[in-house]
Nanobody, 113 residues
Framework: QVQLVESGGGLVQPGGSLRLSCQAS????????MGWYRRVPGKERELVGS???????NYADSVKGRFTISRDNAKNTVYLQMSSLKPEDTGTYYC???????WGQGTQVTVSS
């Protein structure tokens, strides 16, 4: 059974940084692409970015240059490093096992002064 557990959310001031983590279990983590999504108030859940098993990353235009996705296969963990955060980045962030129905429970990020 796949389990994805996010952590690292919180309250941060505009311009600040946060790093989210998502630890996976129940899969051979290194074989899978992983994604980060977010649901911001009033909008549909959107893809923030993804990382393949070969460490190729892709990002939404809204976060390019500010967010970085990485993975540590030894720790079964994918990370989302967020910098230069804006109030519009506020939302619930989820990790996902790509090409599957497996989601984490989400972690709240609030960007506010």
């Amino acid at each position: 059974q796949v389990q994805l557990v996010e952590s690292g959310g919180g309250l941060v001031q505009p311009g600040g940084s946060l790093r989210l983590s998502c630890q996976a279990s129940g899969i051979i983590f290194s074989l899978y692409s992983m994604g980060w999504y977010r649901r911001v108030p009033g909008k549909e859940r959107e893809l923030v970015g993804s990382i393949t098993s070969g460490f190729i990353t892709n990002y939404a235009d809204s976060v390019k240059g500010r967010f970085t996705i990485s993975r540590d296969n030894a720790k079964n963990t994918v990370y989302l490093q967020m910098s230069s955060l804006k109030p519009e980045d506020t939302g619930t962030y989820y990790c996902k096992l790509m090409n599957s129905a497996s989601w984490g429970q989400g972690t709240q990020v609030t960007v506010s002064s």
